[in-house]
């Protein structure tokens, strides 16, 4: 078994980091947690990184917390409280942009880990399961702030009281995530994604998910209001002044901000 559980590689400005418990469907243990965390950090400490894609090694994403490390359960709050939360956060807050490409079974605190990521593309194979009612706990590494903005809550209800394994291509039609591929193809469109949207203005898409995740506590005014303010900010930026005069001398653009 590999000491490395969190698998980093960069290929230009996009820093890959990829779930090692193959052989435990990539399932959290609190060791895994400590090296995802470094290695997001390290990501979000790094200039050069404009971009970061999560996927899982072999046949899985992430199949959620290794309940055999889970003692007790007065303990299960405790681990959502010091594990989960400043995970969930961490990716929020990433000054990049942060895919994920979903290769296998995402289940209970592997699936909102996903959802939780900017972009989401998946296998064709792939599948999202809400799987804590089936041990009696409700959905955590913010489920259940996720799951009623993605769709709906009619739909959040009975994914997370059922439980039901939803196939990739049923997760796209009813928009709890973005794309769904070939599995032969996932990691090539995956990368091409996330290239992508690093040769993108950085900052400025970090500041889209923070005004699209406030806007959805505001009122339309108050909406308004605060896209105004962000606008003011952007456009001080180095960013705006190329992506302008780029787009008047009908060229392409390189940003540099982050």
Not at 70 to 95: D, F, H, Q, T
Not at 238 to 253: C, H, I, N, Q, S
Request: glycine fraction near 8%.
């Amino acid at each position: 078994m590999s000491d490395t559980l969190v698998l980093a590689a960069t290929t230009g400005a996009v820093r890959t980091l990829t779930l090692n418990r193959p052989q435990a469907l990539n399932s959290f243990t609190a060791e895994m947690h400590r090296q995802l965390r470094a290695q997001l950090e390290a990501a979000a400490d790094d200039p050069a990184v404009r971009c970061v894609l999560i996927t899982g090694a072999g046949r899985a994403f992430c199949a959620g917390q290794d309940l055999a490390e889970i003692s007790s359960g007065a303990v299960v709050g405790n681990v959502v409280e010091r594990l989960y939360k400043p995970l969930a956060l961490r990716i929020r807050s990433m000054p990049v942009p942060v895919v994920a490409a979903v290769n296998g079974v995402a289940a209970g605190a592997g699936a909102n880990f996903a959802l939780g990521c900017d972009i989401v593309i998946a296998a064709r194979s792939a599948s999202f399961i809400q799987a804590f009612s089936k041990i009696g706990l409700v959905p955590d590494c913010g489920g259940t702030w996720l799951l009623p903005r993605l769709v709906g809550r009619a739909g959040a209800l009975a994914l997370a009281m059922t439980g039901d394994k939803l196939p990739a291509d049923d997760a796209q039609r009813m928009g709890l995530i973005w794309q769904v591929v070939d599995d032969a193809a996932l990691a090539d469109a995956a990368g091409a994604l996330a290239a992508r949207l690093a040769a993108l203005p950085t900052r400025a898409l970090a500041q889209t998910r923070l005004a699209i995740d406030a806007a959805v506590g505001l009122g339309y005014e108050e909406a308004l209001s605060m896209e105004a303010q962000v606008q003011r900010d952007m456009a001080q930026a180095r960013d705006y002044t190329e992506g302008v005069e780029a787009f008047l001398g009908k060229r392409a653009p390189t940003f540099t901000d982050r």
